[in-house]
């Protein structure tokens, strides 16, 4: 019998209340308390990585600040909160993630006892690209994320994730913290355990995290799984173009992968930069999208454009505004678009040229 059925029992069974049979409800309540303080996943907010909505965070953080990317949005902040920034699940409303930034660091008993949690070991620690410790909480389902290497530093951010984007994230590759004393690892008895199959959506979703946090190897190892697994889908193959291209700058393998994409009824994608003034003195960042009879732009800040085949006029390099940048113009009959490639290199230029064109 559980803890949870244990205690319910007690109240059920309407049994007198001696001392001793009060003592023991009394452990068993803080005992059950403990456990569910203490593996929950926490909330910011009210808002829940993985059931709360696109709706739901604009109703507790109000209005965008601006969009880093298609799927990553910046909130602003108050108080001790310098600001925030929500990660949306690809193709969904859904929050896969939110990161709040403090303007003052922050302990980890001091913020496990705002949040009502218990304070837990964490199950793993690293440290990222940035040099900072990084501590991954499960019971919680949190990220902390700490000034420097060393603990004593304070937490600067913290990181709420859905179940899927944890597993994920915990995983990746990073330095182990340096600590005194470490003992070798005790030697492991190797076990035969069925495999684990995931499917085509979890795998192209898991690259597309990988991507966002910079881990372009386990993208592209998830990607090719993908593509063997299911080598009809097209969505594997845009995301290796993206992978290669920007990835690991290998233009001849990310031209290939696009052009399996658009074999697949699916689309191109580049990062592109979109001219506001004429000579690129403002501009916005936004991604690109070729398909086989359509070019759409998405700017971070929301606004865009689409045109089909039939309603480009033309499609060139440019011959003045931004020529340092290998900028290049899309025109239709009344608007004419300024574009300049994420990788400011000319071959980039010319393959989205190209695909257009063809």
């Not at 700017?299 to 931004?322: Q, T, W, Y």
Request: glycine share 8%; proline share 5%.
């Amino acid at each position: 019998m559980n803890l949870k059925h244990r205690v319910l029992c007690y109240f059920r069974s309407g049994a007198g209340g001696t001392p001793a049979l009060l003592a023991e409800l009394s452990v068993l309540f803080l005992i059950f308390l403990w456990s569910t303080l203490c593996f929950a996943q926490a909330s910011y907010s009210g808002l829940t990585p993985g059931i709360s909505t696109r709706a739901d965070a604009e109703r507790v953080l109000g209005n965008p600040v601006r969009a880093i990317s298609e799927t990553l949005i910046e909130y602003s902040g108050g108080g001790k909160i310098l600001k925030s920034y929500v990660q949306y699940r690809p193709g969904s409303g859904t929050v896969e993630r939110i990161e709040v930034l403090f303007s003052a660091v922050q302990t980890a008993d001091q913020i496990f006892r705002e949040l009502g949690l218990t304070a837990e070991p964490p199950a793993n620690s690293k440290v990222n690209l940035k040099g900072k410790l990084e501590e991954y909480h499960s019971g919680a389902l949190l990220v902390l994320t700490y000034k420097s290497t060393d603990r004593n530093s304070g937490v600067d951010r913290i990181g709420y994730y859905s179940k899927s984007l944890y597993e994920t994230a915990s995983r990746q590759p990073g330095k182990e913290p340096p600590t005194r004393n470490r003992q070798p690892n005790p030697p492991t008895i190797p076990v035969s355990l069925p495999p684990t199959v995931a499917t085509y959506e979890q795998m192209t979703t898991d690259a597309w995290n990988s991507m966002l946090a910079r881990d372009f190897p386990k993208a592209l190892a998830l990607l090719q799984q993908a593509t063997r697994s299911d080598p009809e889908k097209g969505t594997a193959y845009s995301h290796l173009g993206i992978a290669y291209l920007y990835g690991f700058g290998d233009m001849l393998s990310a031209e290939k992968s696009m052009r399996e994409a658009l074999a697949r009824n699916d689309r191109a994608t580049f990062r592109v930069h979109h001219d506001h003034s004429g000579n690129f003195q403002t501009f916005c960042y936004g991604w690109l999208y070729i398909g086989k009879s359509e070019v759409q732009f998405q700017s971070d800040e929301g606004h865009g454009f689409r045109m089909n085949d039939g309603e480009i006029k033309e499609a060139k390099p440019n011959n003045l505004v931004g020529v340092a940048y290998f900028a290049f113009h899309i025109k239709t009959a009344g608007e004419n678009y300024n574009l300049a490639p994420g990788s400011l290199k000319l071959q980039e230029t010319n393959l989205i040229l190209n695909l257009i064109q063809e």
